[in-house]
């Protein structure tokens, strides 16, 4: 009957220690063996091919002969090459930006320059005109102003850039002719009479009333006023002794209308900076403007100046965290726009930008305004520097001229108290522009624009002596759409942004790829760690009770030396006298014995 294996019990110099089996060498015959650093390759019932460290403080090595897993390089690459998409795809837009700029600038013979120089797509030009529909009732303070919106009547034009130097700080000197429109839609035709309203405080003189008759057509392209000819006569007569009562000519021809004197006019001449050599920041940007850097009609250099571009490109790399200034020279000012949403047009992503309430706000709203504001009289100034309307007396020969946006839509109510029939609408009425973000180009926009007129109570004017209020007419909105063709888009799309998203593709499956090779990898090492430390509690258990078991042998069989060696010596001592071959054989078995117990010592 086998014996259970000892615990805890020490032969010879032999003992367990605290998970570390340790044995000092015994001496046999001059030879030794260590069993300290001894290991051996054994395969057990558990399917592991493992090398066994008697010292089980030290981590086990999957693998034979502790050779590197080939599957632990592949997971270590495989996160390297992760690691390098990120930073790829992270620093791609900045590496496409500076490549376009490279591209994109306005150079003599350059692809660039010819797309920028002539427009191909046609600009569509729209007018929404007001009716007033009782002007007896105002003119006699009897009712509010009511209006009937009408049209829309629009055109095609297009802009042709007129390129007269190339300056050496990347400048260039241009001019934008706007030539006669190419195509009269349905209703300009129409002469139904139109009911309208004086322009300026001459009308009275000439028995004018507050509203005049005209046609759509004169409206467009010039209503011939009498008053200013006669105006024109007094002053000429002035002249003969020195006096100049009238020393600005107000309408070409004294001819007032919306594009009277426009067509085929050069606007400008600009000076705006190529984004060649240096200048890619600010690519578009007006350097001067009829060779002046900057305005001189407001109160101070922030309104005077000139911002941005003309509103058609913008540098390139742009961010849903700038802003976006453009001039207009028929309001002598800047304006701005900023990000409002993602979008696409035709397939191709863009930025939305659009005007936000704070560029047409009142000084006390937008204190950045206050210079805008040209009424030296307190009182007035609280009641016309206000929000949402943009006085272009300073900037028009002292007309009383107001730019909003349609149906003075963000205005304070004091501007809108006299009027009905105004329905604002922030979808149709608010300016937006779609811009490709890359390129900086605007791919789609609709500028939108009302002008209207202030007229003030006079007692002494027909007409203006009897009005309830200080009234604001809505003369017209108009819009300005600009569109890019389903040809150009596919083109756009076919040779910039189709290679951009092929390399997204390929960096964001490397992405991918490592992170769910590095997961796996992960969740393996987590897996195998448990079971190696449940292995190697398993085998030292294993081994010390194997040990323990050859101890147990070991003991019993040296018990049994004092006997062999008393049984050998009774037995040589009494065949002493047996025949030489007899005492050969015994003494070969007696050596055999005590090589068998010298055997047994050594193992110990």
């Known amino acids: 009957m086998m014996k259970p294996p000892i615990k805890n019990q020490s032969f010879g110099n032999l003992s367990r220690d605290s998970g570390m089996i340790e044995m000092e060498n015994r001496s046999t015959n001059g030879h030794s063996r260590s069993a300290s650093n001894a290991t051996s390759c054994y395969s057990d019932d558990t399917g592991f091919n493992d090398q066994i460290y008697l010292d089980t403080t030290q981590p086990r090595r999957i693998g034979e002969n502790c050779r590197i897993n080939t599957k632990s390089w592949i997971i270590l690459i495989s996160f390297i090459l992760s690691l390098l998409a990120c930073l790829c795809y992270a620093y791609l837009p900045i590496l496409v930006v500076k490549i376009l700029q490279s591209f994109i600038n306005i150079q003599p013979n350059g692809e660039f320059y010819n797309f920028w120089q002539q427009s191909t797509e046609p600009t569509e030009v729209g007018i929404h005109f007001f009716h007033v529909e009782n002007p007896w009732a105002v003119e006699n303070g009897l009712e509010k102003l009511k209006l009937k919106e009408t049209g829309r009547y629009y055109f095609k034009q297009r802009f042709i850039r007129e390129v007269h130097d190339f300056n050496e700080d990347n400048s260039i000197a241009m001019s934008t002719l706007v030539p006669n429109f190419v195509e009269n839609s349905f209703g300009l035709n129409l002469f139904s009479h139109f009911s309208y309203r004086g322009i300026n405080d001459f009308f009275t003189s000439h028995n004018q009333t507050l509203f005049i008759n005209t046609t759509i057509r004169e409206l467009l392209y010039g209503y011939h006023l009498n008053i200013l000819d006669t105006a024109e006569s007094y002053n000429n007569m002035f002249n003969k002794f020195g006096f100049d009562i009238m020393p600005t000519k107000f309408f070409p021809n004294n001819s007032f209308g919306i594009m009277n004197g426009r067509n085929g006019t050069p606007d400008g001449p600009y000076e705006m900076y190529t984004g060649f050599a240096g200048t890619q920041q600010k690519f578009g940007h007006i350097k001067t403007w009829n060779n002046k850097t900057k305005l001189n009609m407001w109160k101070k250099d922030s309104c005077n100046a000139i911002n941005g571009t003309d509103g058609t490109i913008f540098p390139a790399g742009v961010s849903t965290t700038d802003r976006l200034d453009f001039f207009i020279p028929d309001i002598c000012r800047s304006l701005f726009i900023t990000f409002q949403e993602k979008s696409s047009y035709k397939g191709i992503e863009t930025y939305l930008f659009s005007a936000p309430d704070s560029v047409l706000a009142g000084r006390h709203t937008n204190p ?141 499956s490397l992405i991918v790829g490592g992170l769910l090779l590095s997961i796996y990898g992960f969740f393996r090492w987590i897996i195998f760690s448990k079971k190696s430390t449940y292995f190697n509690e398993y085998d030292t258990e294993k081994a010390a009770k194997k040990l323990d078991e050859k101890m147990y042998l070991n003991s019993e069989t040296m018990k049994m030396i004092p006997r062999i060696e008393s049984a050998t010596s009774d037995f040589v001592d009494s065949k002493s006298s047996s025949n030489s071959l007899i005492d050969h054989s015994r003494q070969s078995s007696a050596l055999e014995l005590k090589s068998l117990v010298n055997c047994v010592e050594t193992d110990i």
Request: glycine letters at 8%.
């Open 368 to 508: 950045d305004n206050e210079c805008f504001c040209i009424e030296e009289d307190e009182v007035l100034a609280e009641r016309r520097c206000v929000d949402g309307i943009f006085d272009l007396a300073g900037c028009q020969e002292g007309i009383p001229l107001i730019i909003s946006l349609p149906h003075f839509l963000g205005a304070d109510p004091r501007v809108t108290a006299e009027i009905e029939g105004l329905k604002p609408d922030p979808q149709k009425h608010r300016p937006e522009l779609h811009i490709e973000p890359t390129m900086g180009l605007v791919i789609h926009g609709d500028s939108r624009l009302q002008m209207s007129i202030r007229v003030v109570p006079n007692e002494n004017m027909n007409g203006f002596n009897k009005l309830r209020d200080e009234l604001y007419i809505p003369i017209f909105w108009g819009y300005k759409k600009l569109g890019m063709s389903d040809e150009t888009a596919r083109s756009l799309k076919l040779r910039l942004f189709t290679p951009v998203k092929i390399v997204k593709f390929i960096l964001i």
